[in-house]
């Protein structure tokens, strides 16, 4: 094969995928949807419960619940603690429980009685894992939790706020994408004709926080945040903040993609830096 044409051959992919980024930046341009800041005056500080706090998601999550005046106490529930936690217990924030069995919740279940809304970035990855031990931690984790949960709330409203992922569906040849859907449709059943709402978001590659990504993965955020393909976990917390006081907006069963997920912590943002400016 001569040279010239081996390299057209390598540079049509590139090519290709160049005019696919280039044509998703000016979508991303042109779309001019924003969330509308809620109200401060009407937000009443909530409790919350975080589960898989100790993850490159759950990390970002429990950031952004730590630094939210909209927050009063956080639960985690976790294996193992980490700095972060750490912190958040040394400034009267946090409470910890250490918990090993999530397919009994007996343990902790009476500690969360309380809670307004659950954070749930609680997984793994599913390469080298087995399609029984993915679903059971993906999909019976937290079906028993939810399920515990509603046995011992008394709150008129409340939320779950499940982290699932972008690119899934029943029919997928993917086992993790089969058994996201199976998890987001088993919660959102459980909550039906309850108080409960059971959120999804669906993000694309999750950017770990400042302190927690390396070089890699930082390099895999820039060049797929300028899409809306990224997220910064600690935004999906942010999200999930804000989410958790727009009851009407937000009704079970709803899913909030990558964009969508940056909207709303963007409206949180605003809201936060406008009631700094208040004060």
Known sequence: MKL??????????????????????????????????LDDSEIDPITVAIFGGSGTAGDGILKAALASSDIEKIHVVTRRLTPRMEQG???????????MDYLDYSAVINELVDVDAVYWALGISSLGVDEETYGMIHVDFPVQFVTAWQSVSK??????????SSDISEESSAMWAREKVRAENALFKLA????LRVIAYRPDYIGPTSEEA???QDLL?????????????????????EVSFRPVEFKN????????TIRYSEAYEARQAQNHEDK
Do not use: C
């Open 4 to 37: 010239p044409r081996l390299r057209t051959i390598l540079l049509v992919p590139v090519v290709l995928f160049a005019l696919f980024y280039l044509t998703m930046l000016v979508v991303v341009l042109l779309d001019d949807r924003v969330a509308e800041p």
């Open 89 to 99: 217990i040394a400034d009267g924030k946090l409470e910890v429980s250490v918990h």
């Open 155 to 164: 709150k008129p409203e409340y939320s779950f706020h499940y982290v699932s």
């Open 192 to 195: 039906e004709g309850s108080n």
């Open 214 to 216: 390396h070089i890699g």
């Open 221 to 241: 955020y820039w060049f797929f945040a300028p899409v809306k393909s990224a997220v910064r976990a600690t935004k999906i917390g942010q999200a999930m903040i």
């Open 253 to 260: 069963g709803d899913k909030l993609y990558t964009g969508k």
